[in-house]
């Protein structure tokens, strides 16, 4: 691309390049500091990395782009009329924009990715600044999308985005025109942490995982009805018992991000402690939203149908529902062939290894008030001899798309350092591998440090951070440390799994 002129540049500084998003005066000489930080950690990056190929079985990659060098977090794949739109939320941090010249906090990215082997950087929507401690605090990490002629009151025309501002607010845009967003409106602000939130696209209701500075937990959920993105409306606060207002004793695990089935389905699923002491709940979605609200034990307690608890060296970061699946073992046992499950993924924390082992648990819920754990999957380590390549090792979390393509078939899991692996649930008592990628490294990808100075040591390495796919099949995912997306396929006698072409 072109380096922008200089007169280009200062025009650039006068004028806003998103519609509806205002600079907050004060914030520059951060976004310059976190800017030379990026800098810095691209030079040191590119001392540190090895050269390194990209391993894979079974997955090969379609296209590439680097989105500016940014710290990703999640992928939304969504069809926008005759095109694929790809909105990718960020970590906090700070990079140079190419599309303006200027120098943006981490935002969310967007894409046309119609064509997966030459994405199109469309725009980027800056976020929230980071502090000059902890830059990845602030960023816009979460996205969902609904279109407005599936939300029951929403203008039938427009596309809509729901998306954190950092650590302190939840926040909806127009991206009917995807190169060219404006923010309508703040649902929610003044919150002390955010994270993965959940949005029904045919009803509008939103699970929005806040952190209230009146509860006693990092974060909890506030449900709202968005079928009228212009006009929020607020209809409970949710969590576990304990971590109300006024409750005593220890509060549980926060909560990390809620899956719903709507109103066909009517449950929620829900993690809790991402990367220890994971709980997972199981919810009657109509008890939740039109049962009693007033946060006390026994209300909170109401739409629970099912709750685990899992050891301290456990986690839960994302629940995915696999209903309904035919296990051909059990054909001619007397209850026949048919279960639901539920698969959980645990965050790595730790850099090296550091911290217990997270995995994928998979649960056989057909009765729902008896969660029975029934297998893991994990990836062995001297496979690749992870534990000694830096950064994290271990799930980070799975693709949340019930695409065609892949559900009840395949799910992919991010597992960082060892990229994202395809695994075959058609039979969860039984989940198997059947491919993998693990990009590698560029000269943006920025070290990851373990230990303390004088002891501490950084390396160059992948930190595949999530993973999401579209309903023609493709399979998206983004690095942590700035190494980009990666669009891939399966290959080979892994798509004889999926419902592929």
């Given at each position: 691309m072109t380096k922008p002129s200089a007169a280009l540049l200062q025009a650039n500084e006068s004028r806003n390049p998103i519609q509806g998003f205002k600079r907050t005066p004060g914030r520059a000489p951060l976004a310059a500091l976190a800017a030379l930080l990026f800098v810095l950690a691209a030079a040191c990056s590119a001392t540190l990395a090895a050269p390194q190929q990209p391993e894979s079985s079974n997955m090969q990659l379609v296209g590439f782009n680097d989105l500016q060098g940014r710290s990703a977090y999640q992928p939304t794949i969504h069809q926008q009329g005759g095109r694929w739109i790809a909105y990718i939320g960020h970590h906090g941090g700070a990079a140079p924009n190419?599309?303006?010249?200027?120098?943006?906090?981490?935002?969310?990215?967007?894409?046309?990715?119609?064509?997966?082997?030459?994405?199109?950087?469309?725009?980027?929507?800056?976020?929230?600044?980071?502090?000059?401690?902890?830059?990845?605090?602030?960023?816009?990490?979460?996205?969902?999308?609904?279109?407005?002629?599936?939300?029951?009151?929403?203008?039938?025309?427009?596309?809509?985005?729901?998306?954190?501002?950092?650590?302190?607010?939840?926040?909806?845009?127009?991206?009917?025109?995807?190169?060219?967003?404006?923010?309508?409106?703040?649902?929610?602000?003044?919150?002390?942490?955010?994270?993965?939130?959940?949005?029904?696209?045919?009803?509008?209701?939103?699970?929005?995982?806040?952190?209230?500075?009146q509860w006693r937990t990092r974060r909890m959920i506030k449900i709202y009805d968005l079928s009228d993105p212009e006009e929020p409306v607020f209809l409970r606060d949710f969590g576990l018992p304990g971590q109300q207002p006024g409750a005593t004793g220890t509060a549980p695990s926060e909560v990390h991000g809620p899956i719903s089935t709507g109103p066909k389905g009517n449950r929620v699923y829900v993690a809790y402690g991402p990367g220890r002491s994971g709980i997972v709940q199981i919810l009657d979605r109509e008890k939740l939203l039109n049962g009693p609200k007033e946060p006390t034990d026994q209300n909170l307690l109401y739409p629970q149908i099912a709750r685990v608890d899992f050891p301290a060296a456990a986690g839960a970061h994302t629940t995915f529902p696999l209903l309904g699946l035919d296990i051909p073992e059990f054909a001619k046992m007397k209850d026949g062939p048919r279960r639901d499950f539920l698969a959980v993924t645990g965050e790595s924390l730790a850099e090296d290894c550091h911290d217990s082992r997270q995995m994928v648990h998979f649960f056989d819920i057909t009765t729902e008030t008896a969660p029975l754990g029934v297998s893991t999957f994990t990836v062995p380590e001297a496979s690749g001899g992870f534990c000694g390549r830096g950064g994290r090792f271990g799930t980070h979390s799975s693709n949340e798309s019930f695409a065609p393509a892949y559900y009840g078939r395949v799910m992919f899991f991010a597992h960082f350092n060892a990229g994202v692996r395809a695994v075959d649930v058609r039979d969860p008592f039984h989940p198997k591998e059947i491919g993998y990628y693990i990009p590698a490294v560029t000269g943006k990808t920025q070290p990851r440090c373990a230990g303390t100075a004088p002891n501490q040591t950084c390396k160059s390495v992948i930190q595949t951070n999530n993973v999401e796919v579209d309903d023609r099949g493709y399979i998206y995912i983004v690095d942590r440390v700035g190494t980009g997306l990666h669009i891939l396929q399966l290959t080979g006698p892994a798509r004889a799994a999926a419902n592929l072409p």
């Open positions: 190419p599309l303006t010249g200027q120098v943006e906090n981490n935002g969310t990215s967007i894409l046309d990715v119609t064509d997966p082997a030459h994405p199109l950087y469309l725009a980027h929507i800056p976020g929230e600044p980071g502090t000059p401690e902890k830059l990845e605090l602030g960023g816009a990490q979460m996205t969902r999308v609904c279109d407005g002629s599936s939300l029951p009151h929403a203008d039938k025309s427009k596309v809509y985005l729901l998306r954190t501002f950092g650590n302190s607010a939840h926040e909806l845009w127009d991206v009917s025109d995807p190169a060219k967003p404006r923010r309508l409106s703040v649902v929610l602000g003044g919150l002390r942490d955010t994270h993965k939130s959940w949005w029904e696209c045919d009803t509008g209701i939103a699970y929005l995982v806040s952190g209230d500075p």
